[in-house]
């Protein structure tokens, strides 16, 4: 089933599940980042990065997938508290470990409650703690099996 292009005034059809026609689509995705900002300006930068390793390493299980009981690999650092709501960018006691689809579904969630309109361009980076840069001290937020 085909539907008209989100774009007022757009004839062309795209098929469920696709918001834009291609040509739009690039317009949408240039707005996006224009509005967003790129990863780096959102906090996002080397020290998220270098911060964060250490962390994947010693998380290796996503949260959310070990709160329904699924162990599943973490690849991501999220925020428990948003930046945006004044969590700490670079605290680990904010973090979470998450794979990619929980992940996805924590920003959709965000994203559904209105928290996308905010933007973080020109955010100021942080200082590093130095805690952040070495494999974390506090304990795990799995349960002890998920370590066996």
């Known amino acids: 089933m085909r539907r008209p292009c989100f774009t007022p005034g757009c004839p062309a059809l795209v098929e469920r599940g696709v918001q834009y026609c291609p040509h ?12 967003r900002g790129t990863a780096a300006q959102r906090g996002y930068d080397a020290a998220w990065r270098q911060a964060t390793i250490g962390y994947l390493q ?14 599943v690999r973490s690849r991501v650092v999220g925020h428990i508290q948003a930046l945006r709501r ?20 924590q920003a959709d969630a965000a994203e559904i409650r209105g928290m996308s309109t905010i933007s973080f361009k020109g955010l100021d980076s942080e200082t590093v703690p130095e805690s952040a840069l070495s494999a974390p001290t506090f304990p795990a937020q799995l349960p002890a099996r998920f370590f066996a």
């Open 58 to 71: 010693q998380h290796r299980w996503c949260a959310g997938c070990a709160s329904g009981g699924k162990r």
């Open 86 to 105: 004044g969590g700490a960018r670079l605290d680990p006691a904010n973090w979470q470990p998450l794979c990619v689809s929980c992940n996805k579904r």
């Open 24 to 35: 739009h689509t690039q317009q949408a995705a240039r707005r996006d980042q224009e509005q």
